[in-house]
T-cell receptor, first 112, second 112 residues
Framework: SQQGEEDPQALSIQEGENATMNCSYKTSINNLQWYRQNSGRGLVHLILIRSNEREKHSGRLRVTLDTSKKSSSLLITASRAADTASYFCATVLGDSSYKLIFGSGTRLLVRP | DGGITQSPKYLFRKEGQNVTLSCEQNLNHDAMYWYRQDPGQGLRLIYYSQIVNDFQKGDIAEGYSVSREKKESFPLTVTSAQKNPTAFYLC???????????FGPGTRLLVL
């Protein structure tokens, strides 16, 4: 089962612009993570936000979490062509397995 | 170099054939995971293992089998019972007590 839905499914922006991706989920979570996937490659962890946090920053990344709305957003500021990739949110429930439940992803294209 | 390796990069399966995908990690991580990714979709969990000689089914385990005889290895067998095996398969590992997963480069399985 897939917990999350991401919006938009695809996003095309100009280099230097900001990119915002949204993720919604269905059940209570322990934390929410964002991963990046370059075409045909494995995933790379970007950032983790816990259920008791509202906002987190890492370099050009800003993540917000609204547990009342069961939603999260990822903002990439001052985008670069190298940011072109698919971005996935993944939720972790409260059990000990630390299983990731992935959303369907947003495909980001940054035009030079 | 530390990391997760998956082999082969591409694998072809004939009708009625079982095939095994390799996943090896030298990160000394306790937990390992297998995911399936279909085109344009997020990842779905097939099996996971939190310690040697123990593993649990994920959301889509039917037609797959795994073993965890060594900490560093978690091979996945796609059996002939899996009627739609064409997909991108990703292996991941997680350190004990850690919350994020580290992914291998993936194996693309195609049916002849």
């Amino acid at each position: 089962s897939q917990q999350g839905e991401e919006d938009p499914q695809a996003l095309s922006i100009q280099e230097g612009e900001n990119a915002t991706m949204n993720c919604s989920y269905k059940t209570s979570i322990n934390n929410l993570q964002w991963y990046r996937q370059n075409s045909g490659r494995g995933l790379v962890h970007l950032i983790l936000i816990r259920s008791n946090e509202r906002e987190k920053h890492s370099g050009r990344l800003r993540v917000t979490l609204d547990t009342s709305k069961k939603s999260s957003s990822l903002l990439i500021t001052a985008s670069r062509a190298a940011d072109t990739a698919s971005y996935f949110c993944a939720t972790v429930l409260g059990d000990s397995s630390y299983k990731l439940i992935f959303g369907s992803g947003t495909r980001l294209l940054v035009r030079p | 170099d530390g990391g997760i390796t998956q082999s082969p990069k591409y694998l072809f399966r004939k009708e009625g054939q079982n095939v095994t995908l390799s996943c090896e990690q030298n990160l000394n991580h306790d937990a390992m995971y297998w995911y399936r990714q279909d085109p344009g979709q997020g990842l779905r969990l097939i099996y996971y293992s939190q310690i040697v000689n123990d593993f649990q089914k994920g959301d889509i385990a039917e037609g797959y089998s795994v073993s965890r005889e060594k900490k560093e290895s978690f091979p996945l067998t796609v059996t002939s019972a899996q009627k739609n095996p064409t997909a991108f398969y990703l292996c991941a590992s997680r350190p004990g007590g850690g919350e994020t997963q580290y992914f291998g480069p993936g194996t693309r399985l195609l049916v002849l």
